[in-house]
C-alpha cells in the first residue's frame, strides 16, 4: 500500500522559507510522476507543481513561479519529493500534499484526478 508522508511545514515570516518533504514507502516511486497541492481554509484543494518520474520536466502554477522549486531523490530503496518555497507570502498559507500518479513513466499533471494517493498535509503558515 502507498504511503506518503509530508513534514517540513511550519510557520514563517512572510519573504521567509521552508523546504517541504514527502517521503514515499511501500513500493518503489522512481517510475511514478508526484505532485504538490495545497489547499488553504475555505478553498478547494489547487494544483502547485508537479515533477514527471525522471525529473527533467517540471510544472508550476503561476502563483508559484520563480518562487517555489519542486524536485525528487530516488535511490535503491527510498523516494523523496521535495518542495523548495522561497519568497514565501501569507497566500501561501496552507495545508500542502503531495500525491503519486502511481503510472509508470507518467508525465507532470496539473489534474488532481490523475493522482492516486495522496499523503495527509503539513501545514504551511505566512505570517505577513
Known amino acids: 500500500q502507498d504511503q506518503l508522508v509530508e513534514s517540513g511545514g511550519g510557520l514563517v515570516q512572510a519573504g521567509g522559507s521552508l523546504r517541504l518533504s514527502c517521503a514515499a514507502s511501500g513500493r518503489s516511486f522512481s517510475r511514478d510522476a508526484m505532485g504538490w497541492f495545497r489547499q488553504a481554509p475555505g478553498k478547494e484543494r489547487e494544483f502547485v507543481a508537479a515533477?514527471?518520474?525522471?525529473?527533467?520536466?517540471?510544472?508550476?502554477t503561476d502563483s508559484v513561479k520563480g518562487r517555489f522549486t519542486i524536485s525528487r531523490h530516488d535511490a535503491k530503496n527510498t523516494n523523496t519529493l521535495y518542495l523548495q518555497m522561497n519568497s514565501l507570502k501569507p497566500e501561501d498559507t496552507a495545508i500542502y500534499y503531495c500525491?503519486?500518479?502511481?503510472?509508470?513513466?507518467?508525465?507532470?499533471?496539473?489534474?488532481?484526478?490523475?493522482?492516486?494517493?495522496w499523503g495527509q498535509g503539513t501545514q504551511v503558515t505566512v505570517s505577513s
Open positions: 515533477i514527471n518520474w525522471s525529473g527533467d520536466s517540471t510544472y508550476y
Open positions: 500525491a503519486t500518479t502511481g503510472v509508470e513513466f507518467g508525465s507532470a499533471s496539473q489534474r488532481q484526478s490523475e493522482y492516486s494517493s
